[in-house]
């Protein structure tokens, strides 16, 4: 396996080859190292990177696998952690310049699962302030570089906008980010690979700086649908720390991922929601439709008992309001250096009193039981990711989301995969959104897993890298 396709190479393929010898965890780590240091300069996936430590790890996963004393099929696999997870003794900024010298105080549980299973800790990658952005813009630590377009910088999507970046330019083969509105799956459909966002409880959220505890939900960005359900399988799981965690039974994300669509009821979403679409993408979702429908799957109309625009504003509204309850200190001291256009949206949750709190959560409630009912004998529903591909950083309009077709699998509890479907003629990725049921992460997995194989979308790499 040439040391110049690694960078691209899913887990998937990776594991094996180092399980049997062909290929070193060293040669894996330093090609992301060689390609940190070539192109993040110029991309900013990275807040910090870990070198000579990722160098110690790889240097013991290869003695150990050498010397038949392989953890698993993960041992001397690099990942990459959003700077909102915590490791004890290391600095986590969650993207605030105010917390620049944070040093955490605990390991977080998902990292802690990831450095058991021999998985080499790259570094930390960069995120919105405080993890509330869809574009993926930071105003005092920098904005990543979305690598789909070398010449005019566009919105790499956030919150999770380095990880997205990192996979996206081959810097690793996994990263973490975390989903409370879209922050997974917006930054995988702009730069063009795999984001799982999962039920809620799914993953521990403890040891990751909380924005939501209603909402926020940790998850894989990697190159394929089979590394998002191997990395699902590592980090899902019960933890005394995170009492969600302890009311979901385990997901079994590999024994039916290939067992195609043939006979499942997907449902195209309702005309109306086309509205403020990109022809291109709306192009890529119809070309994504026909082809599931060829592979064997019935597609069936959505009749969903609200608009997407309404589930999306709840979710903001619920976001601000749980989200000041943890920042409330440093956005109300106006003379601390935050982010200009995260600070109103925390501030937003000021004014919301207890009573309109509790009775957003009671509509959700509501919402949830209809939203069921509606989706009776339906498997998923599909939506495009985003309504446009990236955009140039100086389009963007901070009082707008790009979390349209994301936000509402988040405040319905539901789960969803994104994965590239297309290109624009500029040559930009588009995705599609597959939205299954809370709990059954399989479904989407299988779902993607099945289009995936019949594409061949997720091959393709970035120019010039």
């Known amino acids: 396996m040439a040391v110049a396709d690694l960078a691209f190479r899913p887990m998937h393929e990776l594991m094996p080859a180092i399980g049997e010898g062909r290929l070193s965890p060293i040669a894996v780590t330093e090609s992301c190292l060689d390609r940190i240091q070539r192109f993040d300069g110029k991309l900013h996936a990275f807040v910090a990177v870990y070198a000579k430590d990722a160098r110690l790890a790889a240097e013991a996963a290869d003695k150990a696998i050498r010397s038949g004393h392989r953890i698993g099929p993960l041992h001397g696999l690099p990942i990459a952690f959003k700077d909102l997870v915590d490791l004890e003794g290391r600095v986590t900024t969650g993207g605030s310049r105010y917390w620049e010298k944070r040093v955490s105080p605990v390991t977080a549980t998902l990292a802690r699962k990831a450095i058991a299973a021999g998985m080499i800790v790259i570094g930390k990658t960069h995120t919105v302030e405080f993890a509330f952005g869809s574009w993926g813009t930071n105003e005092h630590l920098g904005a990543p570089w979305n690598p789909w377009d070398d010449k005019l910088q566009r919105t790499p999507g956030g919150s999770s906008s380095g990880s997205g ?33 999962v039920t809620i409880g799914r993953i521990s959220t403890y040891g990751v700086l909380p924005l939501s505890t209603t909402l926020d939900t940790p998850g894989p960005m990697v190159h394929s649908v089979e590394d998002a359900a191997i990395l699902l399988e590592l980090f899902q799981g019960p933890d005394e720390n995170d009492p969600q965690t302890l009311r979901l039974p385990r997901a079994d994300a ?158 319905l509890e539901q789960c969803a995969l994104s994965l590239p479907n297309g290109f624009t003629a500029g040559g930009l990725p588009t995705a599609l959104q597959v939205v299954a049921r809370g709990g059954d992460e399989a479904m989407a997995l299988r779902i993607g897993w099945a289009y995936e194989q019949a594409t061949d979308w997720h091959r393709r790499r970035p120019p010039g890298l």
């Open 165 to 197: 970046v990192a996979v996206g330019a081959g810097l690793v083969p996994a990263a973490i980010g975390t989903d409370t509105g879209g922050s997974v799956r917006v930054p995988a459909a702009w730069c063009g690979h795999v984001g799982l966002k």
């Open 254 to 411: 590999l024994s039916g991922l290939k067992r195609g669509v043939r006979g499942l009821r997907l449902a195209r979403m309702p005309a109306a929601e086309r509205q403020g679409c990109e022809p291109e993408v709306l192009a890529a979702y119809d070309a994504s439709l026909e082809k599931l429908a060829a592979l064997g799957a019935e597609i069936v109309e959505a009749r969903l008992p609200s608009s997407l625009a309404d589930y999306a504003a709840a979710t903001g509204r619920i976001i601000s309001s749980e989200g000041y309850r943890f920042l409330a200190e440093l956005v109300d001291n106006m003379n601390l250096p935050l982010d200009s256009a995260v600070r109103p949206r925390v501030l937003a949750g000021k004014g919301v009193s207890a009573r309109d709190y509790l009775l957003t959560m009671a509509e959700r409630d509501a919402r949830k039981r209809a939203y069921l009912a509606a989706m009776a004998g339906i498997d998923a529903l599909l939506t495009p990711t985003c309504q446009t591909v990236a955009i140039p950083l100086t389009s963007v309009d901070q009082g707008k989301t790009a979390a349209y077709f994301t936000r509402p699998v988040n405040y």
